[in-house]
T-cell receptor, first 115, second 114 residues
C-alpha cells in the first residue's frame, strides 16, 4: 500500500515570497491533516479536512496560510507571503476516518527554509 | 486545551543501559501514541495505547499507559546505537471544532553512545 506522498521535499525561498506544498494521501483515506513542525518541537496541527470540507482550521494563520482539498483527494497548502518564522517542516497525514480511533499516517514532509 | 509534556528532552545514554522517557498530559484521554523520528525523516508509529494499564512491547522498547495518572512511559532496555532518534508521544483529544486532534509533546532526543 502506497503511503502519503508530499512534494517538494525541500524548498528555499526569501521572505515575502509565496510557496505551495502538495500532498497525496493514502488511497481511500477521507481525512487529511497538515502539520507544522518547527525545529526542536513536536508537530502542530494547522488544518484538518474531512473529504473536501474543513473540519478544523483554528490554528491556521489565515492571514498568510491557505489550504484546499479539491475533490476530496489531493491537497495543497500555500503560504503568501512567507515570513522567517515559517521555516519548518510541513507534514501531511491522512486517516481513514476522523474519529477518536483513527490512526494517522504521516508523509515524509516538506522542509521549508525562509531566508 | 490539551497539553503534553515529555521529559527528558535530551537523553544521552550508553549502550546496554536502561532508561525511561515520561509523557504527562493534562486532560483525560484513552488513546496515546508513541512515534519515532529519525533526522530528516517523517514520523514512524511505534505504539498506540488504548486503555488504562495498556502495555506494549517491541524489541527493546516497552510502552505503558496510566490514564488515571495521565502518564505514559517508554522504557528502553539494553540500549543499542540503532535506537538513537527523537521519540514523541502524542495524545488524542477533542478539538474545539467538534472533532479530534493529536497533540504532540516536544520530543525526547535520544543518543545512544557506544
Amino acid at each position: 500500500e502506497a503511503g502519503v506522498a508530499q512534494s517538494p521535499r525541500y524548498k528555499i525561498i526569501e521572505k515575502r515570497q509565496s510557496v505551495a506544498f502538495w500532498c497525496n494521501p493514502i488511497s481511500g483515506h477521507a481525512t487529511l491533516y497538515w502539520y507544522q513542525q518547527i525545529l526542536g518541537q513536536g508537530p502542530k496541527l494547522l488544518i484538518q479536512f474531512q473529504n473536501n470540507g474543513v473540519v478544523d482550521d483554528s490554528q491556521l494563520p489565515k492571514d498568510r496560510f491557505s489550504a484546499e482539498r479539491l475533490k476530496g483527494v489531493d491537497s495543497t497548502l500555500k503560504i503568501q507571503p512567507a515570513k522567517l518564522e515559517d521555516s519548518a517542516v510541513y507534514l501531511c497525514a491522512s486517516s481513514l476516518g476522523f474519529g477518536f480511533a483513527d490512526t494517522q499516517y504521516f508523509g515524509p514532509g516538506t522542509r521549508l527554509t525562509v531566508l | 486545551e490539551l497539553k503534553v509534556e515529555q521529559n527528558p528532552l535530551f537523553l544521552s545514554m550508553q549502550e546496554g543501559k536502561n532508561y525511561t522517557i515520561y509523557c504527562n498530559y493534562s486532560t483525560t484521554s484513552d488513546r496515546l501514541y508513541w512515534y519515532r523520528q529519525d533526522p530528516g525523516k517523517s514520523l514512524e508509529s511505534l505504539f498506540v495505547l488504548l486503555s488504562n494499564g495498556a502495555v506494549k512491547q517491541e524489541g527493546r522498547l516497552m510502552a505503558s499507559l496510566d490514564t488515571k495518572a495521565r502518564l505514559s512511559t517508554l522504557h528502553i532496555t539494553a540500549a543499542v546505537h540503532d535506537l538513537s532518534a527523537t521519540y514523541f508521544c502524542a495524545v488524542m483529544g477533542a478539538s474545539g471544532a467538534g472533532s479530534y486532534q493529536l497533540t504532540f509533546g516536544k520530543g525526547t532526543k535520544l543518543s545512544v553512545i557506544p
